[in-house]
């Protein structure tokens, strides 16, 4: 039998003092919720969607960077991944961010969307989008946003490339490519 949710009532939470710089990018809200009658409070991170890209080569390579993840202060391996801008689909999303974090480029015609899934429905809005872009070349030209600390970038065979991997979410993505 299917439950009814609702948001009775979204209150945004605003960020003080020197925090304030961050309001753009961490939107929180605080939910009243009502589940089949029973009401209740969340706080939720309103996100946009993001790309988890799969890029190979031609060769059957998977595309990886070794990339600063601060909230665990490690260097870990992982995809090139990022937000879906406004008005653009995961397509181009996944495309552009390979591209910028790699310097490997791939063509529409050789993508495709392997799927979508929710982060962390509980708490947030973010949607993840797996995208498979085969047939990457490697033009050698990165082109970082701020604040991404991208140190290096290599090719790995897939099932080497899984044994690498330390974040959850690219290893669901190679999982994904993998069927």
């Not at 080497?160 to 999982?175: D, P, Q, S, V, Y």
């Amino acid at each position: 039998m299917d439950k009814n949710v609702s948001v009775l009532k979204r209150t945004p939470i605003a960020f003080a003092g020197n925090q304030a710089q961050f309001q753009p990018f961490f939107k929180l809200e605080h939910w009243r919720i009502d589940v089949d009658g029973r009401e209740d409070d969340h706080i939720i991170w309103r996100r946009g969607d993001f790309v988890l890209p799969v890029a190979m080569t031609e060769q059957g390579y998977v595309v990886l960077v070794r990339e600063a993840k601060k909230a665990v202060e490690q260097v870990l391996y992982g995809l090139p991944a990022g937000a879906v801008k406004k008005g653009e689909s995961p397509i181009d999303a996944a495309i552009r961010e390979v591209r910028q974090e790699t310097g490997f480029i791939a063509l529409p015609e050789h993508a495709k969307l392997v799927g979508m899934f929710y982060n962390s429905p509980d708490k947030s809005t973010e949607r993840q989008f797996i995208v498979l872009l085969e047939k990457a070349v490697n033009s050698g030209v990165q082109d970082l946003d701020q604040g991404e600390d991208v140190f290096g970038v290599l090719t790995l065979p897939l099932p080497e490339a899984l044994t690498k991997m330390e974040i959850g979410l690219h290893r669901l993505a190679l999982h994904e490519v993998r069927r």
